[in-house]
C-alpha cells in the first residue's frame, strides 16, 4: 500500500502517508495549557505519519471556545513541551494547529472575557462552549480595524515561535473551515471596503501576511497552511472559490512551504483543481463533510497522484493505533460520540489498541 510508504521532502522524514487530521477535543485547563491527558493522547497516535493537533488560540482574543488550548504564555509552552516530548519517545512527529477564532468566541468562553471580533460584524451560527459548562447563542462580533489586523497579525507570528521553543516539528496555519483566514476570504464574512474586502488580491491579503509573519518567525519549511475551498460548514458562502484559491495557493506556492492541507468538496473539486498549482507537498482530507476518510479511498488518491499525504481525523479518535489497524486489516472501533466534548479521559485517552471484540473492518 502507497498508504504505507515512507516520505520525504527537505522537511519531512515520515514513516507513512497517514496524516493524524487537526481535531479539537476540548481537553484543556480553562487556562488553555494541555492537560496530562492531552500527551497520553498524542502518544499513544505517535505511529501516524505527522500529527497535527487540534487547533490552538495564538493568542486570547482568537480563542473560539472554552477549553480550546493556547500558546500564548510561558506556562502554554511548557505544557505543551509535556507533549512534543511525549511524542517525540513514542518516535512520532507533531505540528501545533494555529487557529483563531476570528467572529467566533464568547466572552464568557474566553480566559481574558475579550469580545470577539472578524473582518465584519457578521454573526456566526455555531454555539460555543462556555466555561460553565454550557454553550452559548452566538453573539454579534465587533469588526477589526487596522491596528487589530496588525496585532493579531503578529499574534500569529509570537505564537509560531513559542511552538518551536515547546518543541513542535511546525505549524500549521488554520485558514480552513471557518476561521479567522477563512473569514477574510469568504463572501458573507468579509463585507469590507478598504484594502482587506472587495477584490481577490484585498480578501487574500491578511491570509498571505499571516503566512509570511509565521515563515518569518520559524522558518518556511516549519509552515503548513490548511484551507477548505468552499466548505459551507458553520454558514460560510463562497460563491466562486475557483478563482480566489487558484490566486492564493499560486501565491502560496512561492513561499516554499512544508505542505499544504486541503479539504474536499462536492461542488468544487478543490484537491483536483489545485494540485496542479502547487509544487511542494500536498495533503489531502476527503472526508470533510462526508463519511470518514477510510484507507481505499485515501490510497486511491495517493494512486492517482492527487496528493503525497491523506489525513484522517475521526477514524483516529477511537484508533490510537489506526496505522496498525490499516497495516494489518483490522476491524475499526466506533466512536463514542456523547464524549467527543467530555472534560477528561473518557472517550479521548482511554481508547484501547485493537482487540478482537471491535465490529467494522478497516477500510
Ligand atoms: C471532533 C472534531 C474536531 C475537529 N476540529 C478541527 C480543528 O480543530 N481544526 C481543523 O482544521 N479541523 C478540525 N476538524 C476537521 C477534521 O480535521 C477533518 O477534516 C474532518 O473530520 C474530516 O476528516 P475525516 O473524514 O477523516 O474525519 C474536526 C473534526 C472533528 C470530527
Known sequence: MQLLSEYRNDFLTLPNRIVMSPMTRLRSH??????????????????????????????????????????????????????????HAAGGRIIAQLMHGGRKGHPLARVDGSWPAGPSSVVDDDRPHLLDGTKADPITPGAFDRAEIGALIGHYASAAANAIAAGFDGVEIHGANSYLPHQFLADNTNLRTDEFGGSIENRMRVPLAITDAVVAAVGSRRTGIRLSPGNPQFNMREADPAPLYRALVTELDRRDLAYLHLTDNDDYPAIADLRQ??????????????????????????????????SFGRAFISNPDLVERITHDLPLAPIREELLYGRDAAGYSDYPRWEPSSARRAG
Open 277 to 310: 498549482r502547487w509544487h511542494g507537498t500536498l495533503i489531502a482530507n476527503i472526508g470533510e463533510n462526508r463519511e470518514p476518510t477510510n484507507a481505499v479511498d485515501a490510497e486511491a488518491v495517493l494512486r492517482d497522484g492527487r496528493a503525497d499525504l491523506v
Open 30 to 87: 480553562p487556562d488553555g495549557s494541555p492537560t496530562a491527558d492531552v500527551a497520553d493522547y498524542y502518544a499513544q497516535r505517535a505511529s501516524a505519519g505527522l500529527i497535527v493537533t487540534e487547533g490552538i488560540w495564538p493568542h486570547s482574543t482568537g480563542q473560539s471556545e472554552a477549553w480550546v488550548p493556547g500558546l500564548q504564555t510561558g506556562r502554554h509552552v511548557d505544557a505543551w513541551r509535556r507533549v512534543t516530548e511525549a511524542v
